[in-house]
């Protein structure tokens, strides 16, 4: 695997997770091979990018016979660094922040929440999902080697907040409030505004019907 | 405005709805003209990407004046069909569906949330976000002349639920569940992973270190 990775493209390396989770899924099924017709339907992305995704990290697959699916689990497991686990914090409690506790991160990949911080003194010292909530007053003296956080606060502290996780020695930042945050060069910052999925979803209805489409 | 604008690409049409948020931002604030890279810097898109966005709908800006703001307002507003009120119903009032019902989507846009659907009959009759609960059982009397469904069910029901929507009439869902689901042709599925968007996050961090970009 002497692929030099920093050449995918940056589309392909964000299907990459969901690539990892259905060959996983697959192979629990005690499925040994898949075509990239199959994993398309699974996966809904069209098999023609599968095909173009997968060359990216050489000949994976077989003309005929499809993929071997122990073979591309081994693949992304080692390209996915599945076996280096990644420990992640997330900031505010609120019903967004509760409903990603919950969410069980640790099936089959490599990130752990593994504390929460909120400024509500009644949440603290609880556990959410199996995590506990610290007083975000303790997060300087929490935050230790780690490197990603999710930002569930209101949007009125988000750049607040985000200063003191960069402080701390925060490099990647998954930002779901709504405000745009401004963080060093070195921190990489993931933005999912709900808002503007919602949004984007009516946009594509309105202007790009299926039915014309292809 | 006769451009077409199917041409424009789909990379550009996900980041109008942001354009949009912060123009509107920048008039309420009493902003007459804005440059691309005052906009860049807001919301955190390189300025040569705004200008070629921009440029797919026409000579928008000029050099050394930047862009009118009452304009790309009122441009955008068009373009977003923003005074046109798209329908939305939300199903699956656990945490991440409060976290929706309580994040107000009408702030400056053209969607509104109008009832949600539980199984949970202790829900049903509440009002969450100023949005009432109806019982899963009322999803078909209820849902008339709604275009967009948010799915924030447990995985084992998407699909289920999915079918029942677009039997309903549904045109596009915005799934934040796990499960990847199966819809007719001219049903449109965006799809939020949360775990996945985590674990590119991770990828992008340890693959593409932003010390060594550009």
Redesign the interface.
């Known amino acids: 695997m002497s692929t030099d ?2 050449k ?1 493209p ?1 589309a392909t ?2 299907r ?3 690539y ?3 060959i996983n899924n697959l192979h629990h099924q005690g499925k040994l091979r898949v075509s990239s017709k199959e994993l398309s ?4 992305v069209d098999s023609a990018t599968i095909r173009r995704d997968f060359s990216y990290f050489g000949a994976l697959g077989k003309k005929g016979y499809g993929y071997n699916v122990e073979y591309l689990l081994s693949f992304f497991r080692k390209t ?2 599945q076996d280096e686990l ?1 420990k ?1 914090a997330l900031i505010g409690v ?3 922040g ?3 506790l ?2 069980n ?1 640790m ?1 089959n ?3 752990k929440i593994e504390m929460a911080f909120d400024a509500d003194k009644g949440k603290v010292g609880e556990e959410v999902g199996g995590v506990s909530v610290y007083h975000i007053d303790q997060l300087e003296d929490m935050l230790k080697n780690t ?2 956080a ?1 930002l569930t606060v209101p949007s009125s502290e988000a750049q607040n907040i985000t200063e003191r996780l960069v402080e701390a020695g925060v ?2 930042i ?1 930002n779901f409030t ?1 405000a ?1 945050i ?1 963080v060093p ?28 489409e292809e």
Do not use: C, M, W
Request: net charge negative.
């Open positions: 990775q920093h995918i940056q390396a964000k990459l997770p969901l990892y989770r259905f339907e699974a996966v809904k996915l660094d990644t992640v609120g019903n967004l509760t409903a990603f919950h969410y991160f099936k990949n490599n990130t490197d990603v999710i490099s990647g998954l709504p745009r401004t060069d070195h921190v990489r910052v993931h933005h999912i505004d709900l808002s503007v999925e919602l949004q984007s979803l009516v946009y594509f209805l309105k202007h790009y019907p299926l039915d014309e």
